[in-house]
């Protein structure tokens, strides 16, 4: 069943709900509209009800009581949102996807959510409601399978009604999130239905519906291509790899050319470590290998949604790492498509091969800047955590312009050096570059490898291995594929366009 998000009407208690959800700011939530409204036709109740709950609208917090009948809504809930000075769009997002998430519990399939005052951006409303929303319940059977699913989404605001404006707002909001819920759907599902020619329908998809211009690549194309690399890494799987190159035009403005930016994403669709294999624990989470090609694929899409005045480009190297006796191993060497020989030192460490025939590419499209996303090293987990991704770049503008997109997106980046003596491990004696340095450092000597095919195009490398996957629910990040880096990656494109 579709899920529809909608202007709701202008007094919310009027309409007919499983939920009544209002978005409170702390110490100020008796006075919200919505509040003081259901508080009369409790008589009462549910300020006392809060007074004993010791509920001050702190963010995260949560009120949630029946209604037994007085309301149109079977229960009300209440969400603090936390002081009204200190609410930025990424707790907005954050507290709107909370509202929803708590607001659908007990089979709840239409709820009327009432935003904290009527001077938000609706669109960081719309996102939020929507990612609050998402859910992949695609493989439950039987009992597991949801008895009713959330069906409808009313938005309303404390005083007044929607204008065009307001509704143009909201709706493009929904549409981000449709975009990020790409990135996420293509995570969860499990390996043995996505594989690289997977990615490459997914990205056919996007450019039908979008009106952006798709170029794939089969294992043939790849090697005719002199992408060498890219094939050796998927030239152990009966699953072939892909090349995949979307790109979005912007409506002629008078302009020459419009500034460009190419984003390209890691695509292993399964990463079994190839001949270096990984040890059981954990390795069905290389089902995720791809988070970095999943957010290029939504970003693709949301670009062309707020259809921005710049050129974009998706880059996504797709391949399936497997062991077998065409598997690439240990000591075999490759010509890149940049022409520097590489030589194999460990076959788990794929991604990056991948990457610098797909960063070889995107420098010879000559764009203004180059972003690449991959689940690269388990060093930046080590380093940061789950939640955080690492990023590199020589160009301390571009730092900061990343990092303030994330701020705003509320996802997790921190800048990492680019220790220039660590270039020193990936010296070969056989040939122009071994591909793997030392264990210590090795998300930076990951990062110091790929800049040697990007050339002297501006370059920004986002190690996301943690942020992809959530063992829990928390704000706008469900549990399990999360989607992360479309919603910087989407602020960073639109700073970037000016």
């Not at 270096?276 to 062309?304: F, N, T, Y």
């Amino acid at each position: 069943m579709a899920l529809s998000i909608v202007p709701g009407p202008r007094d919310p208690l009027a309409e007919s709900a499983d939920a009544l959800v209002v978005v409170v700011f702390a110490q100020a939530f008796a006075k919200h509209p919505a509040v003081r409204a259901a508080d009369e036709a409790l008589g009462g109740a549910l300020l006392e009800h809060a007074k004993n709950a010791e509920f001050e609208g702190k963010p995260e917090q949560t009120l949630d009581v029946p209604t037994l009948a007085h309301l149109d809504a079977r229960r009300l809930v209440l969400i603090g949102a936390g002081p009204e000075a200190e609410l930025t769009p990424a707790r907005l997002r954050s507290v709107m996807a909370q509202a929803v998430r708590v607001g659908s519990a007990q089979n709840a399939q239409r709820i009327v959510l009432v935003t904290p005052s009527d001077d938000v951006s609706l669109r960081e409303v719309g996102e939020g409601a929507a990612l609050g929303a998402y859910r992949f319940t695609k493989y439950f059977t039987g009992d597991r399978k949801p008895k009713k699913e959330l069906s409808k989404i009313s938005i309303s605001l404390p005083s007044s009604a929607f204008d065009a404006a307001a509704k143009k707002s909201l709706a493009l909001g929904v549409e981000v999130a449709k975009a990020v819920a790409i990135a996420r759907d293509a995570i969860n599902e499990p390996p043995n239905v996505v594989f690289p020619e997977t990615l490459a329908k997914i990205a056919r998809d996007i450019a039908k519906t979008h009106g952006l211009k798709v170029k794939v690549l089969d294992k043939a194309g790849i090697l005719k291509a002199g992408m060498n690399l890219h094939y050796a890494v998927g030239q152990g799987s009966s699953n072939e790899p892909r090349f995949i190159h979307l790109t979005y035009t912007p409506k002629a403005s008078g302009r020459k050319k419009p500034k460009s930016i190419v984003f390209v994403g890691k695509g292993l669709t399964f990463d079994s470590g190839g001949l270096c294999i990984k040890p059981a624990p954990g390795m069905g989470d290389m089902k995720s290998d791809m988070g970095g090609a999943a957010a290029v694929l939504g970003l693709m899409a949301a670009v062309a949604a707020l259809k921005l005045p710049i050129e974009v480009h998706g880059i996504v190297g797709a391949a399936e790492n497997m062991p077998d006796g065409s598997a690439y191993r240990p000591a075999d060497i490759f010509t890149s498509l940049e022409g520097k020989t590489v030589e194999i030192i460990n076959t788990d460490a794929e991604g990056r091969l991948v990457l610098a025939d797909a960063l070889t590419y995107a420098a010879r499209l000559k764009p203004d800047l180059i972003i690449d996303a991959a689940t690269l090293t388990g060093a930046a987990l080590v380093a940061l955590g789950k939640s955080w991704s690492a990023y590199y770049t020589a160009d301390s503008g571009l730092a900061k312009q990343l990092a303030e997109a994330a701020a705003h997106a509320g996802e997790g980046f921190w800048q990492m050096p680019l220790i220039e003596e660590l270039t020193d491990q990936l010296k070969s004696d056989v040939a122009d570059l071994k591909h793997t340095g030392d264990r210590y450092g090795g998300s930076i000597t990951a990062a110091l490898f790929l800049r040697e095919f990007v050339g002297k195009v501006p370059w920004i490398h986002c190690d996301i291995a943690g942020p992809v996957l959530s063992e829990r629910a928390r704000g706008v990040v469900p549990k399990g594929g999360t989607g992360h880096a479309v919603l910087t990656f989407l602020r960073f494109a639109e700073s970037f366009a000016g």
